[in-house]
């Protein structure tokens, strides 16, 4: 088809099909994920124009992991929350950000099926040098009843109950991704209509891929199995495309964002001092596990799948490795 003539889908228009294939839908998660994009839309203004205003650098205190939060973390943050705790379709979430999960206790949200889980800015210590960062979200359905406040056991769900799950890219152009159980489609902001258009159809994960992203300046303090599998990605191999090409980019949703569309392996091993892993469960590995795994990847914490293991708490970590699924069992051949 002619491209001046192509009929661009906006994600209301996506969501509204989908919608459509299921007559007794109520439409509330396509609703949530409208007000992710609005607020998505709103943290991309400030993006990119960070370094024409006073939203670089750190905010000037410490969150609960124990890390310097940046102004635009911070900005990041009250944007989602503002934007879902004045919706209808959400009631309440966790965040990276905050020491506890907020609860959205009003009549309105208290009928909402759905909490939400997410990480306002992944990968926010590279926005001083303008490198793609991004937000990465997950949907539940809660177990309490609607019609009360949502509680804690709403939030502390094993990963295989995700609803949806996504996340989006600042850079060189805005990507939001999402995944339900029917596939995962790739939405990319056109800023001439200020509307996130489908660009990315049914995203499959190939198989195999060349690309292995893992920060090797730890490498000292890796597991011996691991040691010997970065050995055994530098071997020469045909059939594998083996030696792999290393691609660490320090954002973990662009690193992914890419091993995604091309093939490749994402790993955050433990470490001798740090054995529970850095990455947080319920923020950033059950969304990027649930993602990967409908596009047809794996993705395990080195000995189980990630989306099986259930949380204790709200900030637990875990280790991950996520990507292309013949990749996958290569490395697990090598995992105590």
């Given at each position: 088809m002619?491209?001046?003539?192509?009929?661009?889908?906006?994600?209301?228009?996506?969501?509204?099909?989908?919608?459509?294939?299921?007559?007794?839908?109520?439409?509330?998660?396509?609703?949530?994920?409208?007000?992710i994009s609005?607020?998505?839309?709103?943290?991309?203004?400030?993006?990119?124009k960070?370094?024409?205003?006073?939203?670089?650098?750190?905010?000037g205190?410490?969150?609960?992991?124990?890390?310097?939060?940046k102004?635009?973390?911070?900005?990041?943050?009250?944007?989602?929350?503002?934007?879902?705790?004045?919706?209808?379709?959400?009631?309440?979430?966790?965040?990276?950000?905050?020491?506890?999960?907020?609860?959205?206790?009003?009549?309105?949200?208290?009928?909402?099926?759905?909490?939400?889980?997410m990480?306002p800015?992944?990968?926010?210590?590279?926005?001083?040098v303008?490198?793609?960062?991004g937000?990465?979200?997950s949907?539940?359905?809660?177990?309490?009843?609607?019609?009360?406040a949502?509680?804690?056991?709403?939030?502390?769900?094993?990963?295989?109950r995700?609803?949806?799950?996504?996340?989006?890219?600042y850079?060189?152009?805005?990507?939001?991704?999402?995944?339900?159980?029917?596939?995962?489609?790739?939405?990319?902001?056109?800023?001439?209509?200020?509307?996130?258009?489908?660009?990315?159809?049914?995203?499959?994960?190939?198989?195999?891929?060349?690309?292995?992203?893992?920060?090797?300046?730890?490498?000292?303090?890796?597991?011996?199995?691991?040691?010997?599998?970065?050995?055994?990605?530098?071997?020469?191999?045909?059939?594998?495309?083996?030696?792999?090409?290393?691609?660490?980019?320090?954002?973990?949703?662009?690193?992914i964002?890419?091993?995604?569309?091309?093939?490749?392996?994402?790993?955050?091993?433990?470490?001798?001092?740090?054995?529970?892993?850095?990455?947080?469960?319920?923020?950033e590995?059950?969304p990027m596990?649930?993602?990967?795994?409908?596009?047809?990847?794996?993705?395990?914490?080195?000995?189980?799948?990630?989306?099986?293991?259930?949380?204790?708490?709200?900030?637990q970590?875990?280790?991950?490795?996520?990507g292309?699924?013949?990749?996958?069992?290569?490395l697990?051949?090598?995992?105590?």
């Amino acid at each position: 088809m002619d491209p001046i003539h192509r009929k661009l889908i906006t994600l209301e228009e996506f969501t509204i099909m989908e919608l459509r294939q299921f007559p007794k839908a109520t439409g509330e998660l396509s609703g949530l994920l409208r007000d992710i994009s609005l607020a998505a839309k709103r943290v991309n203004a400030e993006v990119n124009k960070a370094g024409l205003v006073d939203i670089l650098g750190d905010a000037g205190w410490i969150n609960v992991q124990g890390e310097s939060v940046k102004k635009l973390d911070e900005y990041a943050n009250h944007q989602f929350i503002g934007v879902l705790r004045e919706g209808i379709n959400c009631c309440g979430i966790g965040s990276e950000e905050n020491k506890e999960e907020l609860i959205f206790d009003d009549p309105m949200n208290n009928q909402s099926k759905y909490v939400m889980m997410m990480d306002p800015l992944d990968g926010s210590g590279n926005i001083d040098v303008n490198v793609s960062i991004g937000t990465i979200f997950s949907v539940y359905r809660r177990t309490t009843p609607t019609g009360s406040a949502a509680r804690i056991e709403d939030f502390l769900q094993p990963g295989n109950r995700q609803v949806a799950a996504g996340y989006i890219i600042y850079g060189p152009s805005t990507i939001m991704v999402y995944a339900t159980r029917r596939g995962v489609n790739g939405f990319t902001l056109d800023p001439s209509i200020g509307e996130f258009c489908l660009s990315h159809r049914q995203i499959r994960c190939p198989e195999q891929g060349r690309i292995l992203s893992m920060n090797l300046g730890n490498m000292k303090e890796f597991s011996p199995g691991l040691k010997k599998y970065i050995d055994y990605t530098q071997e020469q191999d045909r059939e594998t495309g083996r030696p792999y090409t290393q691609r660490y980019i320090g954002s973990m949703v662009a690193d992914i964002h890419r091993n995604l569309t091309k093939g490749g392996i994402f790993g955050y091993p433990a470490t001798h001092t740090r054995p529970e892993g850095k990455l947080r469960l319920l923020y950033e590995c059950n969304p990027m596990s649930f993602i990967v795994e409908v596009a047809g990847g794996k993705a395990t914490n080195g000995r189980e799948r990630i989306l099986d293991l259930k949380p204790n708490a709200i900030h637990q970590r875990s280790p991950m490795f996520i990507g292309s699924a013949s990749m996958m069992v290569d490395l697990e051949r090598f995992m105590p």
